[in-house]
């Protein structure tokens, strides 16, 4: 969407010039502040000293850095913004910065007295932080007034039109003001629409949503009760992540979730935010940073392992070293999993079939791989680039989600992460070999979505490792 990244793009140009103004005036007082013998030169000769030239070029991109990982500029952190939230995310990131600049270039003045050097700190600390907070607010509290005066908004399409939801759009029309979300359509996917419009909102009767999202410019989507039941709604939301869309529902499907809800606003028509699982956009970025170093790690370091894989497994019995499969990942964007290839050649010639724990045609070295989970190695590959997670509910085939997702209409909501190599349902329980198991597995995934942190997947880590030592994979 062009506005949400204008805006990303705004926050970050922001950011840049505030802090390299704050650092010069952080300079500028710093001269005033040190003895005269320490200085021994003018203010303009001090300011174009090599140290501080070299500073004035090299901070404010690395606070950047700081305010990236923070998830100022993530897409879903973009917009509706806290100013409460601004200004403790920029106090926060600005007292980080001001630690690692003071150690790292400033500690090692001489000053004689240790009361300088605190006034040093606090002196950077309000330098850094002054600047980019009064800039902050004052670009969120311009979003507040463009979305009241109706100035900026979301196309937004409503998935239900019967007249028992007339009230509930009413509501999310009237919040338009406070949310931004324009309501510009509704689809009756059950047929128990009465006229071509609700409310005076324009009625469409399809069963392409993407196509109708593409011709309207959709922008964001509210999915509300449907004739179908939770089972119905399960299905809807299912293909909607693949629309890679804000998406929301009402509180009354709240019993959808297993998750805890994100609400958008407690002033207005509550919706419950299920784009994304409820982590904070700081965790989301350090996960991402730790999966891509490990990832990056294991494939250099485990080479040699690999490699030796991949010629018993050429060895063992006839085909290609890898296996690849299409596999359903993060807002259901599908994807080729790579691992070792542990069955026979065409061992699925007949649909999909899910290995059980003697299956005939899992060869030799498959056996032993799969126990120590020695096939799942080149999925550090999938997680380099984005499409896997180190830790995240396992991925599967279309074929089998949509079989889930009629015993369980929740399993929509694990689409909300990156599918991961290993996963509290893993750790728990181990690989499934049919409906029932898998179904069994999911419930422990679900808890991983309501808990997810890194905490918990340093926990999951730890016990996947455990795992492999002893041999308990099946």
Not at 118 to 139: K, N
Not at 345 to 359: K, M, Q
Not at 439 to 447: I, P
Not at 448 to 471: C, M, P, Q, W
């Amino acid at each position: 969407m062009k506005q949400i990244t204008y805006q990303r793009i705004k926050y970050a140009v922001s950011d840049l010039v505030t802090v390299a103004v704050g650092w010069f005036c952080f300079n500028v007082l710093r001269f005033f502040t040190l003895p005269p013998d320490l200085v021994q030169t003018s203010l303009s000769g001090f300011l174009l000293s090599r140290p501080l030239v070299l500073g004035q070029l090299v901070v404010p991109p690395c606070m950047l850095v700081l305010y990236a990982i923070s998830g100022s500029y993530n897409r879903s952190n973009t917009l509706y913004k806290s100013r409460l939230d601004e200004v403790l995310n920029t106090f926060i990131v600005s007292f980080i910065g001001m630690l690692g600049i003071f150690f790292a270039a400033l500690v090692n003045d001489n000053i004689p007295e240790r009361v300088t050097n605190y006034e040093l700190m606090l002196m950077l600390l309000g330098c850094l932080f002054i600047p980019t907070a009064v800039a902050r607010l004052v670009i969120v509290t311009r979003n507040a007034a463009r979305i009241r005066r109706g100035a900026y908004s979301m196309k937004t399409l409503v998935i239900g039109a019967a007249p028992s939801l007339s009230t509930k759009l009413d509501r999310i029309i009237s919040s338009r003001i406070n949310t931004g979300l324009h309501v510009v359509g509704c689809v009756d996917i059950d047929g128990t629409a009465e006229g071509d419009t609700l409310d005076g909102v324009p009625v469409y009767r399809t069963d392409d949503i993407a196509g109708l999202c593409r011709s309207a410019g959709i922008q964001a989507i509210i999915v509300m009760p449907q004739e179908g039941g939770l089972s119905q709604v399960g299905e809807i939301i299912n293909d909607l992540y693949a629309l890679d869309l804000p998406l929301f529902v009402t509180p009354d499907l709240h019993s959808l979730m297993t998750t805890k809800p994100r609400l958008t606003s407690v002033t207005t028509e509550p919706l419950v935010d299920i784009t994304n699982a409820n982590i904070p956009p700081v965790a989301v970025n350090l996960k991402r940073i730790a999966d891509v170093v490990t990832s990056a790690l294991a494939l250099v370091v485990l080479s040699p392992v690999m490699l030796a894989l991949a010629i018993i497994v050429k060895l063992d019995s006839p085909g290609p070293v890898f296996y690849t499969q299409r596999r359903i990942g993060y807002h259901k964007k599908p994807f080729m999993i790579v691992k070792f290839r542990t069955m026979m050649v065409n061992a699925e010639a007949n649909g999909p079939v899910l290995a059980t724990e003697h299956d005939p045609r899992v060869t030799r070295s498959g056996h032993v791989m799969r126990k120590y989970r020695l096939d799942e190695l080149p999925q550090f590959w999938n997680v380099l680039k984005g499409e896997m997670s180190i830790v995240g509910p396992r991925p599967e085939r279309d074929y089998y989600i949509r079989q889930l997702l009629d015993r369980h209409p929740a399993y929509s909501l694990i689409h909300q992460v990156r599918p991961g190599i290993t996963s509290w349902g893993v750790v728990k329980f181990g690989y499934a070999s049919n409906i029932d198991e898998m179904m069994e597995r999911l419930y422990y995934d679900m808890l991983y979505l309501e808990n997810v942190s890194l905490a918990v997947d340093l926990k999951i880590i730890f016990h996947t490792v455990n795992t492999v030592i002893r041999g308990r994979g099946k």
